[in-house]
């Protein structure tokens, strides 16, 4: 049996109270969307679009019976004046190891969708310096190409110049082992090797007897069997996409666990908010010590590394990508490095960024994550480095310094707490004014 009473009105009435405190949430979460983003809780997610995020200052709905101070009704022994209990002196609650005795901050959960905060955070926001001609993802066929190379096929489709590589990469590295056993010099082991057709032992035995052609052209090479390379063919398309974007990370022993959580906050926000705005943007974790290698997206934001210094390895590796993968005539290419500044050859580094800025990608952005520098490290943070080398326009905002060189497309930021990753964020996804 259903009973309905629709003069009482209850059903409106409650989602009226509903919408209301849906709206206090909303304005609560753009009010305060800086610490939003940098809660922990967001960033050491590892799967799903819902999230779970504190409401400091609303509280859950519950029901009370009488006035909330009242005092409650027992039964048991005792009579009036006897007392059951010690009221707490005042204090800090600060004692090690012993619970506090000042009331908590008030707040609430609630589940929130990523996209909903990050339509919140980015508004009016995206890659800036994006250009037309990779706005949507496509697909043509062209017809056939020949650039698959393998060891294996018919002299027809030998690729000359891959095979005539090959051979120069294993007689310079033969050329270095004779060198180094005989302690010659580089272009007499070359000269040994041609003479004897690569023969390193004859080569050696030659040096050693000082009958060595000294007359040969060190221009000439001798083609192995196993430096042979063959064209194959295969279905020739072009891919358009909208962006490749290098994340890269310094994962060194100097990045504490502070550091490494801002760096990770950073670079999570980003990667949701490309793969929310474009339909197909490519991206690339890359993370280095003394050494840089790509990652893939899990091991990037959850697994953590020590050991020493060397920035220039990630941008080396980065130009590598780019030059094999992501050619500039093909792909919008945006590079966003983090690191504490600690860097054992920050001129080094400077090389390796110049010759990414001279391919005319799209922007380099740079963000140093707490710059302290410690005992026994270079008095200059890659970030003092790279104004030594650059011009930039400073502006600052929320406490912490933004850098600009709008020539080179060159960003770059100071992250000392977590307060500035949405300005920093902002900072690298400026649309440039037309």
């Not at 609650?93 to 929130?112: A, C, F, I, L, S």
């Not at 051979?167 to 270095?176: E, I, K, L, P, Q």
């Not at 992501?326 to 080094?348: H, L």
């Amino acid at each position: 049996m259903i009973i309905d009473h629709g003069d009482w009105g209850l059903s409106e009435k409650g989602k009226k109270d509903a919408e209301r405190h849906r709206e206090k949430i909303d304005k609560h979460i753009r009010e305060n969307v800086r610490d939003v983003i940098a809660e922990e809780s967001i960033i050491t997610k590892k799967k799903g679009k819902k999230i779970r995020i504190p409401i400091k200052g609303l509280r859950d709905y519950r029901f009370v019976y009488g006035s909330e101070n009242a005092g409650g009704v027992g039964q048991g022994k005792g009579k009036q004046g006897d007392v059951i209990g010690k009221k707490r002196k005042e204090g800090d609650g600060k004692q090690p190891g012993k619970p506090g005795n000042e009331r908590g901050e008030d707040y609430m959960e609630t589940e929130v969708d990523i996209d909903y905060l990050i339509d919140i955070m980015f508004e009016d926001l995206g890659l800036p310096y994006i250009e037309e001609k990779t706005k949507a993802r496509q697909i043509v066929p062209k017809g056939w190409k020949f650039e698959t190379i393998s060891k294996k096929g018919t002299f027809s489709r030998l690729h000359k110049i891959r095979t005539l590589k090959e051979a120069m990469r294993r007689t310079m590295g033969d050329a270095n082992y004779v060198s180094t056993v005989t302690e010659c010099d580089l272009v007499i082991a070359r000269k040994a090797l041609i003479q004897t057709r690569d023969d390193i032992d004859d080569a050696i035995d030659l040096i050693k007897k000082g009958e060595v052609d000294l007359t040969i052209d060190t221009d000439t090479y001798h083609i192995d069997d196993d430096d042979l390379r063959f064209k194959n063919i295969e279905e020739d398309v072009e891919i358009h996409s909208n962006a490749v974007v290098l994340a890269m990370m310094d994962v060194s022993g100097s990045m504490d666990t502070e550091k490494k959580y801002l760096a990770r906050s950073m670079l999570f926000w980003l990667v949701e908010f490309l793969k929310k705005t474009y339909d197909y943007v490519q991206i690339k974790f890359i993370v280095h010590t003394t050494e840089a290698r790509v990652v893939d997206e899990d091991t990037f934001f959850h697994k953590g590394e020590s050991g020493g210094t060397y920035c220039y390895t990630a941008f080396e590796l980065g130009n590598y990508i780019i030059d094999t993968e992501f050619p500039v005539n093909e792909w919008n290419v945006y590079t966003v490095y983090i690191s504490d500044g600690e860097d054992f050859d920050v001129n080094r580094t400077l090389v390796q960024v110049n010759e990414m800025l001279s391919k005319k990608i799209n922007m380099i952005s740079y963000c140093e994550i707490i710059p302290e520098r410690s005992g026994g490290m270079p008095s200059e943070s890659l970030l003092e480095g790279l104004k030594r080398a650059f011009k930039f326009d400073k502006h600052t905002e929320s406490g912490t310094d933004f850098f600009k060189n709008e020539e080179k497309h060159l960003l770059a930021c100071v992250l000392r707490d977590k307060t500035h990753i949405f300005p920093a964020l902002k900072h690298i996804l400026f649309q440039k004014e037309k």
